[in-house]
């Protein structure tokens, strides 16, 4: 883990050690918390890497790289005995209710444990506890590396050279955990591409912090990180998965206000608004128009006209900017729009907890906009869904001829994990039925809503010669407003009964995923869906080696929802546990609604940090402990 106050390079920091790890073959997890404040309070990054791959976090750190003396406060308490703390030795003296960036509650736990250990409530006292849990202590005088490193380069403005301090802790972590500089030398490479002056620098001090700590040591550090040999990774942040695979998938139109977490993916693809096509193997060029509206309903709009001309467009946003955008959604449902929403769930109500994780919005996204009308949501679970279901998310719109939203949460846009090489044709692209080169289908005259037993008409696109009209009004099937009560029941017929087609040909494998243990027999059985993907499946690791027999159901599909099978899933299973990141539980009430299954056993987190594999671990054991009587567990890890 590393730390410091916002804008300190913490994130950079994490993403130079996850992409050296990631170079000498190594899986890796990242954990990006940060506040919503854009400077100033406190951040931190954990990082986790195995030889296998991972797909979580865990609750304990193992090694703490800190920047400031409020890391040391807020986490130190969290390192293994046997881990080590990386610090400033200038940090000592600090008194902690003087850091005017640490929240009072804080301040009088962390007093009251020190006092009741006979230890001042100074930076000092902390490493005296940390040390007395036998956690090795490694002090690192930053500012004496980087003056040194100012005078081997000939810079008199220390200023200037003091950014390289997030490297500094990096290197001399690498020192402690036994793995080759080299590899962070190509990790700043890649970083700073093309600024040799800016390498070089960075290069100098990693040298003398990755010396000064080696010399630190007394024997070797008890975790020890060695390169291995492995297939060609790619290291992403979820929304930069999104972003890829919009583009993959064939969107051309993005548009978006700025709101957190989903501001991240539009600028991704701003930064990548030109690129090559074919792996640039034919020479032929892409590009992507990205535009920042006025406000969320604007957004919406733009999308839905662009949408309307025949490209694939979509919109990004979060809680807050969908409820805005509500009323476009229902004018693109009545008019059978194929607009593709992305929605990164985060903590609510209102503004809620901005940067903070959790998946509050499923039951809202169900039934978004006043009256009723079809739309297509569907839930990625991890960064290799996030890529993919971009893809397919289109691929379902214009087929169903629906607005469609691909259901994100704040954890999985702003995690960051080493995955397998994406495959750009893995999901074929689909366009439904699009008119290319036809004729008007009525003595010449054009019925877009053409009544149809799958419920999808023909669509011709704005621009192309077959004329239309839409409205927001009831309409018949060419588009003219219509109130005819016959007419009504027919067109309302129409639309529904594309989720009666979407659910009848979507196959079985996008609508959910069944993971089983090696035990034949199940002793309990997880439903979830989302981010918390990630988590059972470590923990499920954890269970078998205990001897428990896990299955889980994550569901992918929410709408339409795959009733039929989960049914028949649940139905089989002996104890069954609803995990979810919000405080009712709303995929287990989904799944009640639809199937008249009440999952009773339940374990939710909504303190705004995501799920750990240790915590499910230890949720699951304890529900087992007792599974006549009706849980409900909140899990509460977390700083």
Known sequence: ???????????????????????????????????????????????????????????????LATFDAETLVRHANEVNPGGGILYDPTFGAVEIAKIDTIEKPVVVKVTARLTKQGLPATVAGILEEAKRRNVNLYPIPYNDIVAKT????????????????????????????????????????????????????????????????????????????KPIQNQPRLLLMGNEAVALGKIVGGCRVQ???????????????ESHENFDLDGGQTGKKGSILVTQTEDEIAAVTMATGAALTGVRAATSTSGPGFSLMVEGLGWAGMNEVPVVITQYSRGGPSTGQPTRHEQGDLKFVLSASHGEFPRLVLCSGDLDECFYDAIRIFNYAERYQMPAIHLIDKSLANSSATIPQLGSDMVPIQRGKLIQNGQ?????????????????????????????WNSGDEHDEMGHIEEDPDN?????????????????????????????????????????????????????????????GVEFLQIRLASPFPTESVKE??????????????????????????????????MVKFNGR???????????????????TNRRIVLTHGA
């Open 488 to 548: 009504r029941i027919n067109m309302m017929t129409k639309r529904m009964t594309k989720l009666e087609t979407a659910a009848r040909e979507i196959p079985e494998e996008e609508k959910f995923n069944f993971f089983r243990s090696s035990k034949k027999q199940a002793d309990v059985t997880l439903v979830s869906w989302g981010s918390t993907k990630g988590p059972i499946l470590d923990a499920m690791r954890l269970l078998e080696k205990d001897g428990v």
């Open 150 to 225: 100012a005078a081997q380069i000939g810079e008199h403005q220390l200023s200037k050279v003091q950014r390289i301090i997030n490297v500094l802790s990096v290197a001399a972590s690498l020192a402690l955990l036994g793995f080759d500089l080299n590899y962070l030398s190509q990790s700043l490479e890649r970083t700073f591409e093309g600024k040799k002056k800016v390498i070089e620098m960075n290069e100098i001090g990693a040298r003398m912090a990755y010396d000064l700590a080696k010399g630190l040591m007394r024997g070797s550090f008890s975790y020890q990180l």
């Open 255 to 269: 548009t978006y206000y700025p709101i957190t977490p989903a501001a991240d993916e539009s600028e991704f693809l």
């Open 440 to 468: 008007p289908n009525d003595n010449g005259e054009y019925h877009r809503f053409a009544f149809s037993a799958d419920g999808v008409s023909e669509r011709a696109v704005l621009g192309s010669g077959y004329r239309f």
């Open 569 to 602: 899933k649940l139905s089989k299973a002996k104890l069954v546990i609803n995990i979810e990141q919000n405080y009712s539980g709303q995929m287990a009430a989904v799944i009640a609604e639809k199937t008249m299954i009440d999952i009773k056993n339940k």
């Open 1 to 63: 883990m590393t730390g410091g106050p916002q804008g300190s390079g913490v994130d950079s920091s994490a993403n130079m050690f996850a992409r050296a790890c990631a170079l000498g073959g190594l899986w890796t997890f990242g954990l990006r918390e940060y506040y919503s404040s854009i400077k100033g309070p406190h951040s931190y990054f954990e990082v986790r890497v195995n030889s296998e791959r991972i797909r979580s976090h865990v609750n304990n750190v193992n090694l």
């Open 610 to 628: 995501p799920m750990s594999q240790d915590e499910i671990y230890q949720g699951v054991k304890q529900i087992m402990s007792n599974p006549s």
